[in-house]
């Protein structure tokens, strides 16, 4: 089947459905994009230059690079990589992702920045090809976390960080937090350092983001796994454990030569205490970030929180992970816009549930549900494994196996659009697809065998409502390779040789509801991915379901984390890891340099809003 009559027979098969709904004209947009008037910048070609472009009219500098000082008396970057792990401390972290910002003033503001992980071939002189020492360990650990810091608006109309602030300040993978909600002191959270199982150090592999309206920031932990080893090279692990990656053989990091609690022989449950959603306060560089266990442990991408009418805060999330799952999390108490202090513990307590999606055979939209993820519900019971609420939490993954939730093509960014109806999110690939063997049959969301485009979901809750159990969704776009592939594989109707990508990853709505699209994907420019030249940068309009590229990155980067001044006038969007693997980039200094991981500051020459 052609991927015009497959997506038009979907689409024709909505019925009266589409007919009385007033997300007909939505739903038809996949289907037939037409010229968006939200969008009046000029597409830029793909790229395989070793630079961040942008369109005619626009501007990108340099905000912040892996290194630069933001503490007070911290060190400037050495490209030698023989800075010990002080520097590194005071220092803006690597690999810059998921970020927010939160306004101190028209012209002052603070980011705070996930730094997700660390390249060793540049963090160290010997790049890391040797045991690192107990210095290097430390250094590798200060390089995670969240970097937050004051940036303010010159008379220039650009903004520049402000070294000298008092909000200035680095989480790591070893700064005190407190766990909170039901997984909080349970027997499987307590290890020899912490007996109370409240208490657990750092944070790390600091994916994506989230923000609240209570002034908080939410900062997911993703690949924890790959961080715990042992000296040991046999570790018999349970399949519970191994349901996550872990493994005693995955000596990547190596910090167990130096941190004990990152062997998995000596220390079984320290990964317990890693997975989680945490939260921050930017505005108190004292206060203790929180691990919201309520939130479920998985490999946490994103956390989208919106308000529903009702009042109660509900969070989506995603675990990427290829045939993992897509969650929903709805608070108890609910939410107060007149005292904001009332609200800081809103995600303490609440239910998680976790997504099924169904459709008819040949159909890329459908109906779903949310399943509660309860003990004592829907299977979740001691007879099945789940001795109570915090193991549900723990094992999260395996909760929602329990109860028959939806393998995906590993749910990556989920963003809520401005006007609160509709929910988007990015299913960035997933080469086990339909393979045998695997469990993750083709179909419904996920409609293509070896997925090596992605795809981007949509859905509608049910009469509106965030908190009902029901919803309907489709695929608002179907990454793909035109020039080179044929039906589902050459992607949806709005995809073409001008704007086609693959691997979508990070995603976020602006105001008026221009929806912003960054890629982690294939760069090799070559086979099913020619043509796509580097990572991207796009944005789409929901409504007619046109996609144009707004940016182009530098040679092996990701493009991820974006977020706005609060004019609209400024984007911030991250350059992850240029010249990963050694390959030939330089940026963003040019020349010979080291190339590092920073923030792009983007504005148009005539001072107008982003994207208009």
């Not at 230059?49 to 970057?77: N, Q, T």
């Not at 099945?384 to 549900?392: I, T």
């Not at 608002?476 to 709005?494: C, E, K, M, R, T």
């Amino acid at each position: 089947m052609s991927r015009r009559n497959f997506l038009r027979g979907g689409a024709a098969s909505m019925g009266l459905f589409l007919a009385a709904s007033p997300l007909a004209r939505a739903v038809a947009a996949a289907t037939h994009p037409t010229q968006s008037t939200l969008m009046g910048f000029k597409a830029v070609a793909a790229s395989t230059a070793d630079r961040f472009v942008v369109p005619e009219g626009y501007v990108a500098k340099p905000l912040i690079s892996w290194g630069d000082p933001i503490l007070k008396g911290a060190p400037a970057f050495d490209a030698s990589g023989t800075q010990n792990a002080a520097a590194q401390a005071g220092q803006f972290g690597d690999n810059t992702d998921g970020m927010s910002l939160f306004p101190l003033s028209e012209d002052r503001a603070l980011l705070a920045v996930n730094n997700e992980y660390t390249n060793y071939e540049y963090l160290f002189a010997h790049g890391g090809k040797q045991d690192l020492t107990a210095d290097e360990v430390k250094k590798s650990q200060a390089a995670h976390g969240v970097s937050i810091f004051e940036i303010r608006r010159n008379a220039q109309g650009e903004w520049q960080l402000n070294p000298a602030s008092d909000y200035n300040r680095r989480i790591t993978a070893y700064t005190p937090m407190e766990l909170t909600g039901p997984a909080a002191g349970h027997a499987l959270m307590q290890t020899a350092a912490d007996p109370s199982g409240r208490k657990p150090l750092g944070t790390f592999n600091n994916c994506a983001n989230g923000q609240t309206p209570w002034g908080t920031y939410l900062t997911c932990e993703e690949n924890f796994h790959g961080y715990f080893a042992s000296a040991q090279d046999e570790v018999e692990l349970p399949a519970r454990e191994t349901r996550y990656g872990l493994k005693a053989g995955n000596r990547r990091y190596q910090w167990y030569r130096h941190d004990e609690r990152f062997d998995l022989a000596k220390h079984p449950n320290e990964p317990h205490r890693f997975g989680w959603v945490v939260e921050i306060d930017p505005m108190n560089p004292n206060a203790t970030p929180k691990k919201r266990t309520a939130l479920g442990r998985f490999k946490h991408e994103n956390a989208a929180l919106t308000i529903d009418d009702s009042g109660h805060v509900v969070v989506y999330l995603g675990d990427d992970e290829r045939g993992e799952h897509l969650y929903k999390f709805v608070s108890k108490g609910t939410y107060n816009p007149n005292n904001q202090q009332a609200n800081r513990d809103l995600l303490e307590e609440g239910t998680l549930y976790v997504a099924r999606f169904t459709a008819n055979d040949g159909e890329i939209k459908g109906q779903g549900e949310w399943i509660e993820l309860t003990h004592g519900k829907n299977g979740l019971t001691a007879e099945n494994g789940f001795a109570d609420q915090a193991e549900v939490m723990i094992f999260a993954r395996e909760a929602a196996t329990q109860v028959g939730a939806t393998t995906m093509d590993r749910p990556e960014w989920v963003a809520v659009h401005p006007d609160n109806k509709a929910v988007f999110c990015t299913l960035t690939n997933n080469k086990n697809r339909g393979v045998e063997g695997k469990n993750q049959p083709v179909g419904g969301p996920n409609p293509r065998a070896k997925n090596n485009y992605g795809q981007i979901l949509r859905w509608w809750p049910h009469q509106g409502s965030h908190v009902d159990n029901r919803f309907d969704w489709d695929l608002f776009a179907i990454a793909g390779n035109p020039v080179v592939q044929d039906g589902l594989y050459a992607g949806s109707d709005n995809i073409n040789a001008d704007n086609m990508f693959n691997s979508p990853d990070g995603i976020g709505f602006d105001p008026v509801g221009r929806l912003w699209i960054q890629t982690d994907g294939k760069y090799s420019n070559e086979g099913d991915f020619a043509g796509m030249g580097n990572n991207q940068m796009l944005c789409a309009d929901p409504q007619t379901g046109e996609i144009r590229r707004f940016a182009t990155g530098p040679i092996a980067c990701e493009i991820t984390g974006l977020t706005f001044s609060p004019d609209q006038r400024t984007v911030f969007i991250g350059v992850q890891h240029p010249g990963e693997k050694g390959a030939p980039s330089h940026f963003p200094a040019g020349g010979d340099s080291k190339p590092r991981s920073t923030i792009m500051m983007v504005q148009r020459e005539d001072g107008g809003v982003i994207g208009a």
